[in-house]
């Protein structure tokens, strides 16, 4: 966390949001998007975060975390500088320490990822763990796991990437094995007051290649366990995972796989919908037609404010 981040996370809280989730927070380095991203694998970082949540708190906010592992999308030079490219040693990447479920490149552009040991994958648990305590530390009011968008925990669940085949791989119990180890980590950290969030991409966007990947009615199902599990709220995003989706965009375009979800948890916990919702009276409607409990918003509250 930077003087940037205060700035620029500043802004945003004192708009006025209903909440504010800071962007996806690598739990160990290797884990980061790009050379640039924030973490929260030691405890010197948590100190600036504090401040951002102090800021947040003095202005009557509140405040999440979403706490990430890049997978086999890390070590990517920032995207305002070239999207989608390696970053090199020389720029302060780690190309040569790149995980994933099965040693799949994302894109001929990303690092070859190692296939995660069973060792590695405990030692992940354990660090998503020691950054739960960390945030807690930090005052953070609301943690999110990112489960979405082609990131580590994403590319487990889907069979488009997880080629794996020990307790990790092939069924669908075996791929989601991970998220759920995961979501009874950190709710066993945090206290039952306090909220958390799971972020899913909802599809991969590849039905038209004829190849197994990650489905709505996939996400519908593991949703119903989620909840079950002490999520609060399901994040409701898509795609992400492989170059080759095929996403179909539009006003909302998001919406109908929040409603699906929603529809499949029954209100044992709250789904949110994001993407395309760029007018308040767009995301009541979404609200009071039953797609979904909570309305995200990103680029479109940056641009607009007065969205709220």
Do not use: C
């Not at 504090?50 to 890049?70: G, P, Y």
């Not at 180890?181 to 969030?197: G, K, N, T, Y």
């Not at 079950?228 to 375009?253: N, R």
Request: no cysteine; aromatic share 6%.
């Amino acid at each position: 966390m930077t003087a940037w981040h205060m700035a620029h996370l500043g802004g945003i809280i004192s708009r006025g949001p209903g909440l504010t989730i800071i962007e996806a927070t690598a739990v160990v380095p290797e884990g980061r998007i790009t050379p640039e991203d924030v973490g929260l694998w030691k405890d010197s970082q948590i100190e600036p975060m504090a401040k951002i949540v102090e800021f947040a708190h003095s202005q009557n906010q509140k405040i999440a975390i979403q706490l990430a592992h890049a997978g086999r999308k890390a070590s990517t030079v920032a995207p305002w500088l070239s999207m989608g490219d390696v970053a090199t040693e020389e720029a302060n990447g780690w190309p040569n320490n790149v995980y994933a479920p099965s040693a799949i490149a994302y894109s001929e552009r990303h690092a070859q990822p190692h296939e995660m040991t069973l060792e590695d994958i405990e030692n992940l648990k354990k660090a998503w763990v020691a950054a739960t305590r960390r945030a807690l530390k930090a005052g953070f009011d609301v943690i999110e796991i990112h489960n979405a968008h082609g990131y580590l925990l994403h590319s487990f669940v889907s069979p488009a990437s997880n080629k794996r085949t020990d307790t990790y791989g092939g069924s669908f119990e075996n791929r989601t094995r991970l998220t759920r180890e995961i979501v009874d980590l950190v709710r066993a950290e945090i206290p039952d007051s306090m909220p958390l969030f799971l972020r899913i991409s909802a599809t991969d966007w590849l039905e038209h290649t004829g190849e197994p990947s990650w489905t709505a009615d996939q996400t519908a199902e593991l949703a119903k366990i989620l909840a079950g599990k002490g999520v609060d709220l399901i994040d409701v995003s898509s795609g992400g995972l492989h170059p080759a989706q095929k996403i179909v965009p539009g006003p909302g375009y998001q919406a109908p796989f929040a409603k699906k979800v929603r529809e499949a948890v029954a209100g044992k916990t709250l789904v949110s919908a994001v993407g395309s919702i760029t007018e308040g009276k767009q995301a009541q409607t979404l609200i009071d037609d039953g797609s979904a409990d909570v309305i995200m918003s990103g680029r479109q509250f940056q641009k607009n404010p007065g969205l709220v």
